[in-house]
C-alpha cells in the first residue's frame, strides 16, 4: 500500500513544541507550513462569476483510515478546517459518518472569488483542545430541537396550538392554527432542508416568510387530499399557486427547498439523496438579496400534528461550486 504509507509519513504527529510553535503561528498570524496542514480541499468555483460569501460547502472524507492509523481522535473531536491563508479556523459541522469512509461535513467558507479555484485544508491531529463541530455556528439556521426548549430559536407561538421539544424533535399540535416562526434570520438565495413526520390530521408545512413583508413559500403537506404542497404567495411572488403532486402518509419524509432568482425548486423524499418528487413554482420578482425567517406549522380545523427532527438553512448557488478532497 505505497500510498497509505506516503500519507502517513506526510501526515507524522508534530511533538510537543512543534505544537505549541504552531499555536503561537496560528495566534499571530502566520501562514502555518502547509505540508503540516492535512488534506487539501479544492473548492471549484471557476463555473460562477460571482464571489460566494459564507458559503456552506458539503465535504465528503475518509476518517476511517485516519482514525483506524491513530493519526485522528476516534470521535473526530480534533477535526479543524483551516482556510487558505493557511491559519483561519473555519466554523463546520459534522452532519454524520465519523470514522466511516463517508464522513459528511459541511464547512462554512468565508469567502469564495468569483470565477476562481481556492484550496482550503482538513487538519486533525493537532489541535487537542476539544470538539468544535457547530450546526449553529456553520449555517445560517440551525435546530436539531435536542435541547428540550424551543424558545432559544422560536418565537410567536400560536395560543390555539401546543408546542412540545423533547426527544430530539418539536411536536405542533393545533385545533387550528399552530406555528412557530423562527428568530434567526436569513437572505435569499438560500436553501431550506428539514425532516418531518406528520402523525395525525392532514396538514403540515414549513415557509420561508419574507420579513415586513406579505410574500412567501411554503412545502409541506396540505389538506387538500393530503397531497404534497408546494406555494407561493404574496404580491411580488405573484399570488397564490399551488402545485399538486401525490398522496403522503405518516412516514418520515426529508425536504430540500432551493429558493433563489424567481424560483422555489422543492425536493422531496425518504432521505434527500433518494427524493422521489420535485417540483418547481416561478415568481414575479426576485426573492434574493430579501429578508426572511422561517415558520414551521400545522393548520386544521380539527387536529392536526407533526414532529420535526431537524432544520437548517444555508446559502446557495448556481452552480454550486465542485468540491475534490485531494486524500
Ligand atoms: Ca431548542
Ligand atoms: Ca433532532
Not at 76 to 100: A, H, M, P, Q
Request: contains cysteine.
Amino acid at each position: 500500500m505505497p500510498r497509505k504509507e506516503e500519507k502517513k509519513e506526510k501526515k507524522e504527529k508534530l511533538s510537543k513544541e512543534q505544537k505549541i510553535e504552531r499555536k503561537r503561528q496560528r495566534k499571530e498570524g502566520e501562514p502555518l507550513p502547509i505540508e503540516e496542514i492535512g488534506i487539501p480541499i479544492q473548492i471549484d468555483n471557476s463555473a460562477n462569476s460571482n464571489a460566494l460569501t459564507e458559503h456552506q460547502i458539503k465535504v465528503i472524507v475518509d476518517t476511517q483510515s485516519t482514525i483506524s492509523t491513530g493519526e485522528m481522535h476516534p470521535n473526530g473531536d480534533d477535526i479543524r478546517f483551516v482556510d487558505s491563508d493557511g491559519n483561519t479556523y473555519l466554523s463546520y459541522w459534522i452532519e454524520s459518518g465519523i470514522n466511516t469512509a463517508e464522513t459528511k461535513i459541511w464547512v462554512k467558507v468565508p469567502s469564495i472569488p468569483g470565477a476562481v479555484m481556492k484550496t482550503i485544508h482538513m487538519e486533525y491531529g493537532q489541535d487537542d483542545s476539544g470538539p468544535m463541530s457547530s450546526g449553529q455556528d456553520t449555517f445560517m439556521l440551525f435546530d436539531d430541537f435536542n435541547d428540550g426548549i424551543y424558545t432559544d430559536k422560536w418565537t410567536n407561538p400560536h395560543p390555539q396550538g401546543n408546542y412540545s421539544e423533547s426527544g430530539g424533535l418539536i411536536k405542533l399540535q393545533s385545533a387550528g392554527y399552530c406555528s412557530l416562526d423562527s428568530i434567526k434570520r436569513f437572505t435569499g438565495p438560500c436553501v431550506l432542508e428539514t425532516r418531518v413526520q406528520r402523525f395525525t390530521g392532514y396538514d403540515y408545512r414549513v415557509n420561508i416568510v419574507e420579513y415586513s413583508k406579505d410574500n412567501e413559500v411554503e412545502l409541506g403537506i396540505g389538506n387538500y387530499g393530503r397531497n404534497f404542497v408546494i406555494r407561493k404567495r404574496g404580491v411580488d411572488f405573484g399570488g397564490e399557486k399551488v402545485m399538486f403532486l401525490d398522496g403522503s402518509n405518516n412516514d418520515w419524509k426529508e425536504y430540500s427547498g432551493q429558493f433563489y432568482g424567481n424560483k422555489w425548486n422543492v425536493y422531496r423524499g425518504p432521505i434527500l439523496e433518494n427524493w422521489d418528487r420535485n417540483d418547481t413554482v416561478e415568481f414575479d420578482a426576485s426573492a434574493d438579496g430579501r429578508e426572511y425567517y422561517a415558520r414551521i406549522f400545522t393548520h386544521e380545523a380539527g387536529d392536526s400534528g407533526a414532529n420535526w427532527d431537524w432544520i437548517r438553512v444555508r446559502n446557495f448557488a448556481l452552480p454550486e461550486p465542485t468540491i475534490t478532497i485531494q486524500q
